[in-house]
């Protein structure tokens, strides 16, 4: 946070996904995964990425990391835009933006031991280039994550689920990133292990200096762990604001319902809450609605609502949403 | 085992000696004859074909002018089949021939000199776009010659020894001259004989059905009802079919293995012909090719082969056996034995010649252990075995030899064109004539299907002199000397064994002889089964 | 859907082009051609050179390749499979008849698969591990261990031993005497169908043990329904779409022809007709045969497509 | 309120590759007439089989019921015959999946599932059963019932599949339902709605409900009582007020204050449960939750406490500790 320039900033991004079509027809369409989306992750900091499935946030995520290539925007990571850039020049900054996973094990090699999967990288991406400086290096990142040198020597199947996420954030550890790209990563964990999994996300951020961009559907999770929030809804940022703002007075109407929608684990409190419940279902991205994309479920959309399109503007300082009553 | 190679030369000795059917046994009419037929016919015109596959059907619907004896254990002796009588002139430079009267066509016309002619101007001299494949065995044909109804005359260019003999090839089938002058390739799709058989159907792939001509020329004849021809191509199949009784007689050949088990599954319903077989494998060396332009060299290859051994082994593995020279065993113009032992590689004593072969290649300035490739067709009877026991022979006086085997139908263009060292060829008679046979090994420039690339003047020489020598001894000397020198003096080719062929068919097929050529007797006329 | 079948009709153009033109030009690459077959080897020393060379201008094959490839696209196109360049008959001529005798024995071969295959694999997936899984197990593996032939050679030396008695040589067409036909093919049909079986028995096995563990069969038995109706409406209707392809296929590969099975049990069919016009380079009748299996195998995979969307809905309404 | 469902001493093993596993250790748990239960707990902690227990659908043969009774209406459900089960399942006892995408046959339309169970159990004529499938997805809130009772279950969306899971199980009018993780494949919004529809349908039909869980927030608005497992056996039970203002179990004291809640201020740092969850074919003598636990004395090595009383009316507990845990100022959690 004493870096003035943001670390990250995404301007305006847009990915669209071509379904059907073909040579004979068949019908085509666009699905607009992510449209138009912005904004900015500075050094050391979370923002969290919040939003129903289908709602563009891994999306941005899968950009970010440039697994996709962006239908158009800018990816501005350490100052190059990574848009602009071919495979050969991409190549340090893939290093340097890492990913942990939801399900760590379907993407943990089953074949390889952790003491494997950990040194691979660092032998091909050449940052530990000796054998035996390796082992200790792998030894090492197994400590950051609270794991014992013995786990070097078994198998993703052999290890519980939290264990396995550990060695999934010890292999982006290995590349010595400066951003990680959280998608989701405890969602697949059970209620006990999430709460160390997340504390260990926040000790080594302060340890290595990480910025985390942390896509999750769980908003008191997100709220946990997030220095800035972005509310997504069908490859829209709704709402953007740091997070005393965004959880304690959300503009959004959508941000308002999802935060409605979350039972708290306190029957007294349940039994008072008042309980809005959104009607209908997320639109096809492939058909969104006119105007504001929300406009179909929402409990104080007005006539104008089907027609403006609103734009995500800064309401108060530093939260932005967007919404026309807003 | 060696028992066993005794009672085999018994049924062979008796094969040869005597023919099957007794002429007290009176012969059976009635019944059809099933008989499968391993390869199966492009067309139906004889004039234009060459396999055997078209023989064994076809054969039964036509007449041939002369025809070789059907009692002739040796497949060598012309007799009349439309020619009633002929006579030769004195400087034997013109035939004529008196045909016989009341021959009808399967579609009731009267058979006349003019188809006789028309047949044959279609053998020697086709009209352009008209294949035939035998034109170059008839260039001392002049002119073919229909003075009356049933007088046909043939002026020759020069004597010919195998005139006569090469009018009795069964390929070339009588047609019907109005018929041939409006379409010359009607016979290829289509049967018009005046054979003892008349065709009924064609089943492509399956079968051939013919069934008796009741207006045969021949009166009494033919004793079948009908006969059944099935195209099948797998032997396992052939002998399955025989084995159990669905066909009685297949016409080309069987293994000895085979020829046991039938013998030892249906015993004496079984009937077994054998006869050595017009058909031999041999080895053309490449004249362009060093070190085979030396005859050291090429004479030390035969003489490293040891006939008399090989015959012994190869004969129960392969369908070899008689060890020969250019000519059949047992026919007129074979070697005797005692001669053919002083060609080079019929030695009797192994020792000796291997001994001259080594001498000749070190005089040649061959090394020990010379390696070189020899070419060998893709097909695995019997090409293989063949093969690997020569591979052997050429082992034991230090030679190193590596087969090169390729696919059947490239095999003779690759020849051709001369791309081999040393390669197997092969030659196959459809009757027994030194023209047939000798022909092969005129030089190249004569004959392109002498792959040798060689010339040699005598070898062309000699081969006239064979073929225009009238008197039979005068030819037999012809022909032992162009056997001296094709397989001793110059061994541009030599032998290896010659074919055997073996008939393990019903006992109830009678009035059947056995020949050395798979393309001979199947007119059926006088077939008869005895239930 | 129409326009998926549109399409799918439309891509089998490109296909069949470029399996016409790689056949093509693959058959003129192996040296040797069928006049050479023909002419040359026994007695072709009679031939001379200009009449195999007047052969050739017979057939056109002293014309360019480009030529050769046109006048054969022409007629393809107007359906004139042209002549055999071997026998000089028209190929359809040649064809129709093997083409029959294979077809019929390739869907009998493949119901004596199904109807072996889909039983068993559904008992045995029922019954896994138990020993009548593992006999299932064993039968279909002794299934794919033979070779058809081999089993068929059996079958003949069995029915002559023991019967004294050999199916008939020659094909008698269905339609001409059933029974004739029937003592024919049966044979053949249980070998190889037994073969084929072993595959497609593995697969409704395996198939069948993955529905069974599906979520949706659970949901079934806790809304109280018989055994028999999940099986039968549940199950099987899940479990047959990847035999389905299997047994497709294996019908695809069987029309076009069993090449030592025809000569064990003299079948006058596809397969060795297919060897037979390779051997002799019948350049004609091999592209006319290759093009035919082509479009076989197309439409086997599009009927299995059109058969999976009418039991996959997932795909019948993407 | 009379009880509806009494389940004693269930035990259920699996056998696997490590040995035989104890999914279900001897548990007890009822579900009276009209009421909501939850059974909560972690993966793997046999909450899940003892639904399927209930519904005698553990998977054979790498499952069995080993023990004890399914006491529904009087009846042992574990003492009937296979057909005598049958008509319960389905038409007394339905069952909701977790997985709306793997729970409908894809390949059978919604008409047709949702018309089997009527056919079969209350003996309708296929129109019939037709009619009321199109009522009950109506009373589910899907729009349109009739046209889409044609439809695939790949046409829906997934809350719109779970509606039609709701419908499927009350179709018959079962007087119990097992709901296992209902909502937890669905967005937070859909889950709303599902939950909110389950509830309502419950309270309007007087059916009772065993919701089977690991979101304590679902618990807390929905149940009336709580069950929550670990490692096979119910550790806690009590009145949901109860439990979640007054835990007297370590575990279920762990699981409160490990999640980060929105009605709470932000903590600086979460309190996580230490250690891994439990490898059932690895269990001692003693507590399961001994490795992990904060309250461990030397006894919970040996010893396996059994429930007693923890506090108010029906509240138990499995922990020698009670009295310690009960001072702990945490453990009064808001």
């Known amino acids: 946070m004493t870096d003035e320039r943001p670390l990250l900033e995404v301007r305006d991004l847009v990915k669209h996904f071509h379904v059907g079509g073909g040579l004979f027809g068949g019908p085509a369409g666009v699905v607009r995964a992510v449209d138009g989306v912005s904004f900015s992750l500075r050094r050391g900091e979370t923002v969290g990425l919040v939003g129903e499935s289908g709602c563009g946030k891994t999306t941005t995520g899968r950009c970010i990391l440039q697994l996709e290539r962006p239908t158009s925007g800018e990816i501005v990571f350490e100052g190059r835009d990574l848009t602009k850039l071919d495979d050969v020049e991409l190549r340090p900054f893939r290093r340097r933006i890492q990913v942990i996973f939801q399900d760590p094990y379907s993407s943990l090699n089953p074949r390889m031991t952790v003491g494997q999967i950990l040194a691979e990288p660092l032998a091909v991406h050449g940052i530990v280039p000796e054998r035996a400086k390796r082992e200790t290096r792998v030894r090492e990142l197994l400590a950051h994550v609270g794991l014992l040198p013995q786990h070097a020597h078994r198998y993703p199947h052999q290890l519980s689920g939290g264990q396995r996420q550990r060695v999934g954030i010890a292999r982006a550890l290995a590349m010595e990133p400066s951003l990680i790209v959280c998608d989701e990563p405890v969602s697949a964990l059970d209620v006990s292990i999430q709460a160390q999994i997340i504390n260990l996300l926040e000790d080594l951020q302060r340890e290595f200096g990480l910025t985390y961009l942390f896509i999750a559907h769980d908003l008191s999770v997100v709220r946990h762990i997030s220095d800035h929030v972005a509310v997504m809804y069908l490859g829209k940022i709704v709402e953007l604001a740091d997070r005393k703002s965004l959880y304690d007075d959300p503009l959004h109407p959508y941000t308002k319902a999802l935060l409605a929608a979350v039972p708290i684990p306190d029957p007294e409190l349940e039994a008072r809450r008042e309980h809005i419940v959104l009607r209908g279902e997320v639109p096809s991205p492939l058909r969104p609605p006119s105007g504001c994309v929300f406009h179909p479920r929402c409990p104080i959309a007005i006539e104008r609502c089907a027609r403006e399109v609103p734009e995500l503007r800064e309401i108060r300082p530093g939260h932005g949403a967007a919404c026309i009553l807003a | 085992m060696r028992r066993y190679a005794g009672l085999l030369t018994l049924i062979l000795a008796v094969a040869l000696a005597a023919p099957p059917a007794p002429a007290q046994e009176k012969p059976r009419y009635g019944g059809e004859l099933v008989f499968p037929v391993p390869s199966e016919m492009p067309s139906y015109d004889g004039h234009r074909e060459s396999t055997f596959g078209l023989i064994h059907p076809i054969a039964p619907h036509y007449n041939t002018l002369l025809r070789v004896d059907p009692t002739d254990p040796t497949g060598t002796k012309p007799i009349g089949d439309l020619a009633e009588s002929w006579t030769a002139s004195k400087d034997g430079l013109v035939y004529t021939f008196k045909l016989r009267r009341g021959v009808k066509f399967h579609d009731g016309s009267q058979m006349t000199s003019k188809d006789v002619k028309a047949s044959y101007d279609k053998i020697i001299f086709p009209p352009a776009g008209v294949g035939s494949e035998r034109k170059g065995s008839y260039a001392v044909v002049e002119v073919v010659e229909a003075p009356d109804p049933y007088t046909v005359r043939f002026r020759l260019k020069w004597t010919a020894a195998s005139f006569l003999t090469s009018l009795a090839s069964p390929w070339n089938f009588i047609y019907k001259a109005d018929i041939l002058a409006k379409d010359m390739h009607w016979y290829e799709k289509n049967i018009m004989g005046t054979g003892p058989f008349t065709f009924v159907e064609h089943v492509k792939g399956s079968h051939w059905v013919g069934k008796k001509n009741p207006n045969y020329w021949d009166k009494g004849k033919p004793y079948l009802d009908g006969y059944r021809a099935l195209f099948i191509k797998a032997s396992s199949a052939q002998v399955a079919a025989i084995r159990g009784e669905r066909a009685h007689i297949q016409f080309r050949s069987f293994t000895s293995a085979d020829r046991d088990n039938l013998k030892a599954a249906l015993g004496d319903k079984i009937t077994v012909q054998e006869s050595p077989w017009d058909c031999i494998l041999m080895v053309t060396t490449n004249h362009e090719k060093k070190p085979f332009d030396d005859k050291r060299v090429r004479r030390a290859l035969t003489l490293a082969l040891d006939r008399y051994e090989g015959s012994k082994a190869l004969s129960r593995i392969a369908i070899v056996k008689e060890v020969a020279g250019v000519v059949v065993p047992g026919t007129p113009y074979a070697t005797p034995p005692q001669e053919l032992e002083k060609v080079a590689g019929y030695w009797r004593d192994a020792n000796k010649s291997r001994a001259e072969a080594r001498r000749l290649l070190k005089e040649a300035g061959v090394p020990e252990g010379f390696s070189f490739t020899f070419r060998n067709r893709g097909l695995p009877m019997p090409y293989e075995p063949l093969a690997v026991w020569m591979i052997d022979q050429w082992r034991q006086i230090g030679l190193n030899v590596k087969q090169d085997v390729v696919e059947a139908a490239a095999y003779f263009g690759e020849l051709r064109k001369g791309a081999f060292d040393v390669a197997m060829d092969f030659q196959c008679g459809y009757i027994v004539e030194p023209d047939l046979d000798l022909y092969k090994f005129l030089s190249s420039d004569k004959n392109p299907a002498n792959y040798c690339r060689c010339k040699d003047e005598v070898l062309d020489d000699l081969y006239l002199k064979q073929a225009r020598a009238l008197d039979v001894e005068e030819r037999r000397r012809y022909i032992r000397q162009f056997e001296k020198r094709l397989l001793d003096e110059e061994a541009h080719s030599f032998m290896t064994l010659q074919w055997h062929r073996i008939i393990p068919h019903s006992s109830k097929v009678k009035g059947w002889q056995v020949t050395p050529s798979h393309y001979l007797n199947n007119q059926l006329d006088a077939v008869w089964l005895t239930e | 859907m129409t326009k998926f079948i549109v399409r799918r009709l439309l891509l089998m153009i490109p296909t069949l082009l470029g399996v016409a033109v790689l056949i093509f030009l693959l058959l003129r690459i192996v040296p040797g051609d069928v006049v050479e077959a023909r002419y040359v080897g026994g007695q072709g020393q009679f031939v001379s050179v200009e009449q195999m060379a007047m052969e050739r201008a017979k057939l056109g094959l002293d014309q360019p390749l480009w030529k050769q490839f046109v006048a054969w696209m022409g007629g393809l196109v107007r359906l004139d499979l042209g002549i055999s360049m071997w026998t000089g008959a028209p190929i359809t001529e040649e064809i129709k008849l093997r083409f029959a005798l294979s077809l019929q024995l390739a869907v009998m071969a493949t119901i004596v698969a199904t109807v072996l295959a889909i039983p068993l694999g559904i008992v045995a997936a029922l019954k896994q591990d138990t020993w009548i899984d593992y006999g299932v197990r064993v039968f279909s593996i002794a299934g794919l261990a033979m070779p058809s032939f081999w089993l068929g050679i059996v079958f003949i030396l069995g029915l002559l031993i023991i019967f004294e008695w050999l199916p008939p040589m020659v094909y008698t067409p269905f339609w001409v005497d059933p029974w004739q036909n029937m003592l024919q093919l049966v044979w053949p049909a249980l070998a190889v169908g037994y073969r084929y079986s072993a595959v497609a028995t593995r697969m409704t096995r395996s198939a069948m043990l993955e529905v069974l563990r599906e979520d949706y069969i659970r949901t079934a038995r806790a809304k109280g329904l018989w055994t028999k109706l999940i099986l039968a409406r549940h199950a099987l209707k899940n479990a047959i779409l990847p035999v389905l392809t299997v047994i497709a296929l294996e019908f695809a590969f069987l029309l076009g022809g069993l090449v030592v099975t025809e000569q064990v049990f003299n079948l006058n069919g596809l397969g060795l007709l297919f060897v037979e016009a390779i051997a002799r380079r019948d350049y004609t009748l091999t592209q006319a045969l290759v093009m035919l299996v082509a479009t076989v195998f197309i439409v086997v995979n599009f009927t299995v497509d059109l058969l999976y969307a009418w039991l996959d809905p997932r795909i019948r309404f993407r | ?334």
């Open chain 4, 1 to 334: 309120m009379a009880t509806l469902l009494e389940v004693r001493n269930l035990t259920t093993e699996f056998v696997t590759s490590g040995g035989v596993v104890r999914a279900v250790d001897g548990v007890s748990w009822d579900v009276r007439e009209g009421e909501t239960v939850a059974l909560v707990g972690e993966s793997g902690c046999g909450k899940s089989v003892s639904a399927l227990s209930v519904m005698r659908l553990v998977a054979a043969p790498a499952g069995r019921i080993v023990g004890g009774q399914v006491l529904f209406k009087g009846r042992d459900l574990l003492a009937l015959s296979e057909e005598e089960m049958r008509r319960i399942r389905g038409r007394e006892i339905a069952m909701i999946f977790q997985e709306p995408m793997t729970s409908l046959n894809p390949v059978l339309t919604i008409g047709r599932q949702l018309t089997e169970g009527l056919e079969i159990h209350l003996g309708m004529t296929p129109p019939e059963a037709r009619a009321r499938a199109a009522l009950l997805l109506g009373m589910v809130g899907i729009p349109d019932p009739a046209r889409r009772l044609g439809q695939y279950p790949h046409q829906f969306s997934g809350g719109m599949r779970q509606r039609m899971m709701i419908a499927m199980a009350l179709a018959c009018e079962p007087s119990l339902v097992l709901a296992d993780e209902p909502t937890t494949a669905l967005d937070v919004t859909i889950q709303a709605q599902i939950l909110e529809l389950m509830k309502d349908l419950s309270r309007r039909l007087g059916v009772a409900m065993l919701i089977i869980t690991h979101n304590l927030g679902v618990v807390a608005r929905y149940a009336d009582r709580v069950n929550v497992m670990y490692a096979g056996r119910i550790v806690e039970r009590g009145s949901a007020r109860e439990l979640y203002a007054e835990p007297r179990h370590p575990y279920t004291l762990g699981l409160l204050k490990s999640v980060p809640r929105l009605d709470e201020p932000r903590r600086a740092r979460l309190d996580p449960i230490e250690g891994q969850p439990p490898d059932l074919t690895q269990l001692g003598a003693g507590c399961a939750f001994e490795p992990r636990c904060g309250f461990r004395v030397e006894r919970c090595t040996a010893d396996r406490p059994e429930l007693r009383p923890a506090g108010g009316e029906g509240h138990v507990a499995a922990c020698w500790e009670l009295g310690r845990v009960a001072r702990t100022p945490a453990a009064r959690v808001q």
